[in-house]
């Protein structure tokens, strides 16, 4: 099975900051990756998939990137509804396989 | 607009099965490129895919659980249905469904609210 590697495990930041998470898959995925986020309590969020396309209604300040092993997650720009949990997946023949999460929280 | 919720006791006792029902909305299981799938989150833990079945009724595991579930669908009722066998504590969960990204497979685009399941004797 491929694992997936997603780090920090927390992240501290303010309103306003610029921050990435990354996740990293133990053999070449392509960019068969997607991010999403979560709140306590609720469901997860899609934002983006295949590792760089924004999901529709996702604001901008949330952009993805990477290829292979490397994959990360960067939101410009730190609201505060942005305070969450965020988790990388991957699909790879008909599995699917998440992260272990990073919670980002207000510094 | 599309829309899932799922279903289920929650409650079970050890060695039970779990029988949980996801009806959803604003499409078809008929169309091609169309499936659905169920993840599950431990209390303060990770996500985890459990299954997915496809609009031509194929369906897929998660290797380490393949061989205590079962996915199924009934289009005239807009449901799918997760049977899991011999549960077990660690099973305790909120169980979604989710719909796969149309002919993407690749991720989760829409999800249910989640239920809750607690396994205790």
């Known amino acids: 099975d491929i694992q997936l590697t997603q780090s920090p495990s927390t992240l501290s930041a303010s309103v306003g900051d610029k921050v990435t998470i990354t996740c990293r898959a133990s053999q070449s995925i392509s960019t068969w990756l997607a991010w999403y986020q979560q709140k306590p309590g609720k469901a997860p969020k899609l934002l983006i998939y295949k590792a760089s396309i924004l999901e529709d209604g996702v604001p901008s300040s949330f952009s993805g990137s990477g290829s292979g092993t490397e994959f990360t997650l960067t939101i410009n720009s730190l609201q505060p509804d942005d305070f969450a949990t965020y988790y990388c997946q991957l699909y790879k023949s008909y599995s699917y396989t998440f992260g272990q999460g990073t919670r980002l929280e207000i510094k | 607009q599309v829309t899932l919720r799922e279903s289920g006791p929650a409650l079970v006792k050890p060695t039970q099965t779990l029988t949980l029902t996801c009806v959803f909305s604003g499409f078809s299981l008929n169309s091609a490129g169309m499936c659905v799938s169920w993840v599950r989150q431990p209390p303060g833990r990770a996500l985890e895919w459990l299954a997915r079945?496809?609009?031509?009724?194929?369906?897929h595991y998660d290797t380490s659980l393949k061989t205590r579930l079962t996915i199924s669908k009934d289009t005239s009722k807009n449901q799918v249905v997760l049977t899991m066998t011999n549960v077990d504590p660690v099973d305790t969960a909120t169980y979604y469904c989710a719909r796969i990204r149309y002919y993407g497979f690749d991720s989760f685009d829409i999800w249910g609210q989640g239920t809750t399941v607690t396994v205790s004797s």
């Open positions: 079945i496809d609009w031509d009724d194929a369906k």
